[in-house]
T-cell receptor, first 113, second 111 residues
Framework: DADVTQTPRNRITKTGKRIMLECSQT?????MYWYRQDPGLGLRLIYY???????NKGEISDGYSVSRQAQAKFSLSLESAIPNQTALYFC????????????FGPGTRLLVL | GQQVMQIPQYQHVQEGEDFTTYCNSS?????IQWYKQRPGGHPVFLIQ?????EVKKQKRLTFQFGEAKKNSSLHITATQTTDVGTYFC???????????FGKGTKLSVKP
């Protein structure tokens, strides 16, 4: 959805480098999420935020950190990138409450050499 | 924690054949969502099922929620090349009710 944007769309980095992936949304949703997708493993939740002051670890948060700068912005950082963090990263948003649809950004393809 | 098993992992069909993917849970689900991800794209919401035994249709796609609300299926009648992609089921679970995705079924369609 154009309402959820991610930058960069592709990134190549070296082991040990710190990088930041950014996500912005114009949907006005309170909840934002970062997922990682690897072939055969589906979508795994890294971090999620229910509002600006609420940030929570997901299933695979080790090696990652996040920042919720505003309702519309949620950034994912890799403190010291390693090759097994090579993956496709998606940001998603939703309104609050159970059963809400998630809207995904276009994804960032990251390669760590 | 909540888990959902999705099968098969891959399905190759000839155009015009039918396709079905299944999601199973060991616990009763409050609802289940289905998403489609086209090659090179991002997951896009298709539908949500809430009621026991619910059946919903979207053109050639039929979604079912089991009577016990522990399983669900997505059936595509007479597949077309536009159906290619990965289909994910997703359920709400976990300590804060996060959306948990199945591993997906990757569908390829041979013209």
């Amino acid at each position: 959805d154009a309402d959820v944007t991610q930058t960069p769309r592709n990134r190549i980095t070296k082991t040990g480098k710190r990088i930041m992936l950014e996500c912005s949304q114009t949907k006005g949703h309170d909840r934002m999420y970062w997922y990682r997708q690897d072939p055969g493993l589906g979508l795994r939740l890294i971090y999620y935020s229910f509002d600006v002051k609420d940030i929570n670890k997901g299933e695979i948060s080790d090696g990652y950190s996040v920042s919720r700068q505003a309702q519309a912005k949620f950034s994912l950082s890799l403190e010291s990138a390693i090759p097994n963090q090579t993956a496709l990263y998606f940001c998603a948003t939703s309104r609050g409450g159970l059963g809400e649809t998630q809207y995904f950004g276009p994804g960032t393809r990251l390669l760590v050499l | 924690g909540q888990q959902v098993m999705q099968i098969p992992q891959y399905q190759h069909v000839q155009e015009g054949e039918d396709f079905t993917t299944y999601c199973n849970s060991s616990t009763t689900l409050s609802n289940i969502q289905w998403y489609k991800q086209r090659p090179g794209g991002h997951p896009v919401f298709l539908i949500q099922l809430v009621k026991s035994g619910e059946v919903k249709k979207q053109k050639r796609l039929t979604f079912q929620f089991g009577e016990a609300k522990k399983n669900s299926s997505l059936h595509i009648t007479a597949t077309q090349t536009t159906d290619v992609g990965t289909y994910f089921c997703a359920v709400y679970g976990g300590s804060q009710g996060n959306l948990i995705f199945g591993k997906g079924t990757k569908l390829s369609v041979k013209p």
